[in-house]
């Protein structure tokens, strides 16, 4: 019982919105099987959140239990009836043997929910070389490829070391995003890049590689100012080969521009609310995919917000700077459309770039420069770019 107690507390810590699911479950433990376990049940459980519960309230109805935190039952609940779960039938205890006993009214509703309808799930990889199961390549974005998940999970279980390599990153299509679209609108072949919110690094890794792809010479500035944040960043940059890239452990904010004089190109994904990275049940279904802010977390987001505003502001001192791209993966138009509206307010010689026109999802209110990515699709995501004008 004390692992699902932990799990419990782990999926309210995701509730809460204290970090990334991902984070929250990583911290919690080195051991592989739980981690592997824990983030199963609360992935399920977040995205079903509102029906689960509402399970939960129909079987007190009609047996009372002295329990009353609900996040140990739906986690109890979602193990103990989960199809692939063959251990179930002996798992013991007051709190299993009471959620047994409703046994065909529990699965009669979970199937009317659907919550273990089996659907395709995918997972995105950029390879830099051909993969070694079947895959398709994105439609957009070079050398990013569509998997399915469970051929990838079998994979990956029968040879762990593929992620331990150089060869292989798994990365959203979102997050892929940024660096794509900057290299595409980059015009000049000899330019320094400033990735200003670099680590863990992926977006600069990208950004590395696709600059020698194309012949685009000069470095690449990664800024981290978090210690740890920055040993992971280095550790990475020297793992996939990034030696046109110079790791810098600095506030962003502190960095003096005269210091850099060829900088031309910045990449800018700051810290944000993370509101695209949370699961399907905290997203109301509306026709331009935005979310309100919740109450509880307006100061944070008005604060985040400021902090946003303050790193484009920052990067106009660049002087020879002529591209920006912004993003986040906040659903929040106060992270998004709002932050970007009020940059070019405040900065006449800058001007927003009609991005991707092809893709079909665009900022709200109208905003038909900016792109968004719907959760549906990927993380939820923002991007906008900038340029000095001539």
């Known amino acids: 019982m004390q692992k699902y107690s ?8 995701c509730l809460d919105r204290k970090s990334t699911l991902k984070s929250i479950i990583l911290k919690s433990s080195s051991n592989q099987s739980f981690v592997r376990q824990a983030y199963a ?51 013991g205890g007051v709190v299993a043997r009471y959620l047994k006993t409703h046994k065909v009214l529990i699965k009669q509703l979970l199937e009317q929910n659907k919550i273990y309808e089996q659907e395709k799930k ?19 974005i070079p050398n990013l490829c569509k998997v399915d998940y469970d051929i990838y999970s079998q994979y990956l279980s029968k040879n762990p070391e593929f992620l ?19 290299l595409r609108n980059i015009k000049d072949k000899i330019a320094d890049i400033i990735d200003c919110c670099a680590a863990p690094g992926n977006k600069t890794i990208q950004l590395s590689h696709y600059a020698k792809q194309n012949n685009i010479t000069g470095k690449i500035y ?27 452990n600095f506030d962003f904010l502190t ?12 990449l800018l994904d700051p810290s944000c609310s993370g509101s695209g990275m949370l699961q399907l049940r905290m997203i109301e279904a509306s026709k331009d995919d935005s979310i309100q802010v919740p109450e509880n977390k307006k100061e944070q987001v008005t604060q985040l ?3 946003q ?25 106060e992270e998004n459309e709002d932050v970007a509206n009020n940059f070019l307010e405040h900065h006449q010689k800058w001007e927003s770039v009609n991005l991707f026109p092809e893709w079909p999802y665009r900022g709200i209110d109208n905003n038909q420069h900016y792109v968004r990515v719907p959760p549906k699709e990927s993380d939820g995501f923002f991007v906008a770019m900038f340029k000095r004008k001539e």
């Open 222 to 248: 990664a800024i981290e100012r978090d210690e740890k944040r920055f040993e992971i960043l280095k550790n990475r940059l020297n793992k996939y080969n990034c030696d046109n890239v110079e790791p810098l």
């Open 305 to 307: 917000s400021q902090f």
């Open 6 to 13: 932990q799990i419990a507390a782990l999926l309210q810590q």
């Open 41 to 91: 049940i609360i992935s399920k459980a977040i995205q079903y959140y509102d029906q689960l519960y509402q399970i939960v309230e129909e079987i007190k109805s009609i047996q009372y239990i002295d329990i009353f935190d609900y996040n140990l039952l739906i986690v109890l609940m979602l193990d103990i009836f989960n199809p692939q779960n063959k251990k179930a039938k002996k798992m």
């Open 122 to 140: 995918y997972i995105y990889i950029r390879a830099l070389q051909q993969l070694p199961f079947e895959s398709v390549q994105d439609e957009h």
């Open 164 to 182: 331990k390599g150089n060869t292989y990153i798994v990365q959203s299509k979102s997050s892929a995003l940024p660096a794509y679209l900057l």
């Open 255 to 266: 960095i003096k521009p005269q210091a850099y004089p060829n900088i031309k190109i910045a």
């Open 309 to 333: 505003r303050k790193m484009l502001h920052h990067l106009t001192f660049f002087k020879k700077l002529k591209l920006i791209i912004y993003s986040t993966c906040s659903l929040y138009k």
